[in-house]
């Protein structure tokens, strides 16, 4: 089933929209360069200001997403806009139903 992950975190208010914008960038990047085996997704909460990613990619080594640019820039601002710092974990998926598709 390929290793699976789940980050959560909340900005301020004032850097939420810059927030989404990076997360946008990362998934333009990932569209034109399509990496084999990576199933991604990303979600702002209802509060407006928390967001959660979840990931699935197979093959051995770590995930292909610290290797974009987009995710770089991403990933340099998080302490400005996360100032508690982002929450990562392993997970391991149960099931899925049209998830992606």
Do not use: C, W
């Amino acid at each position: 089933m390929g290793n699976a992950f789940v980050v959560q975190y909340e900005t301020s208010s004032e850097k939420a929209d810059e927030n989404q914008r990076l997360v946008e960038a990362v998934f333009a990047e990932l569209a034109a360069k399509a990496p084999a085996g990576l199933s991604y997704a990303s979600f702002r909460l209802a509060d407006g200001v928390s967001f959660v990613h979840v990931g699935r990619y197979e093959g051995e080594g770590d995930s292909p997403l610290p290797a974009l640019d987009a995710f770089k820039e991403f990933a340099a601002g998080m302490a400005d806009r996360a100032p508690a710092g982002a929450r990562p974990s392993g997970a391991t998926l149960i099931g899925e139903y049209g998830f992606g598709d």
